[in-house]
């Protein structure tokens, strides 16, 4: 199905929009709270597919911009997570095995991403994309209950990040709506911002902060 382009960019637009809104929101507590907001795994899978999707195999406008503007957000993300992440993982990881464990994440996902373009000749990223945005909202809601609180992570970062994949899954689904696949990974992601989205709200009363003035 062929989109019109006013609808095509709107949908990019506001999810650029969105996902860098919610870049800028953890990067902001992040280095308010000493610590990062967005789960390792899903960190290395995300900044690996906008290097990918810039550089490599750029997008057509206005993507190929947004895309950059992601990465150099996600850049700061990553500097949060090599600055702050280490006490993070003391129990799990020892000491000296935090920043090797981090690059082979880093190799394994772009490997992953690159794989997966290359199985699908998938050279817009769709499958990739909301293959990695699934394992990023599962992340979240287990970064939740291993922090067991909200440092890091807002009701607006939720929010924002849950519209931010909205719109393309709109997008794609007009594209592509006999997709099997992909409905899967729209609707699995839908179900599970919805469900980290309320699991912040019950968590940030439960601590009794007011969620809507983390910012």
């Not at 949908?11 to 907001?37: D, H, P």
């Not at 992601?70 to 997570?81: E, G, K, R």
């Not at 909200?150 to 997008?171: D, E, H, N």
């Amino acid at each position: 199905m062929t989109i019109p382009p006013e609808i095509s960019w709107s949908l990019q637009i506001g999810s650029g929009v969105c996902w860098t809104l919610v870049y800028i929101f953890i990067i902001k507590l992040g280095f308010q709270e000493k610590t990062y907001g967005m789960p390792i795994a899903a960190l290395c899978a995300n900044i690996s597919w906008e290097f990918i999707f810039s550089f490599i195999y750029p997008h057509e406008p206005p993507q190929n911009i947004i895309s950059v503007v992601w990465f150099i957000f996600d850049l700061a993300i990553v500097y949060q997570a090599l600055r702050f992440g280490k006490s993070e993982f003391d129990r799990e990881v020892a000491a000296g095995f935090f920043y090797p464990t981090f690059l082979l994440t880093l190799t394994l996902a772009f490997s992953a991403v690159l794989a997966i373009t290359w199985e699908f000749r998938d050279w817009d990223g769709k499958y990739a994309a909301f293959g990695q945005n699934l394992m990023m909202s599962i992340l979240f809601i287990a970064m939740l209950l291993k922090r067991k609180n909200v440092r890091g992570q807002s009701i607006y970062i939720a929010f924002f990040k849950m519209v931010g994949t909205l719109l393309p899954s709109i997008l794609f689904f007009l594209s592509f709506p006999a997709s099997v696949l992909l409905n899967f990974l729209y609707i699995s992601i839908f179900v599970f911002d919805l469900i980290y989205l309320v699991m912040l709200g019950v968590k940030h009363r439960e601590l009794g902060i007011n969620p809507w003035k983390r910012v």
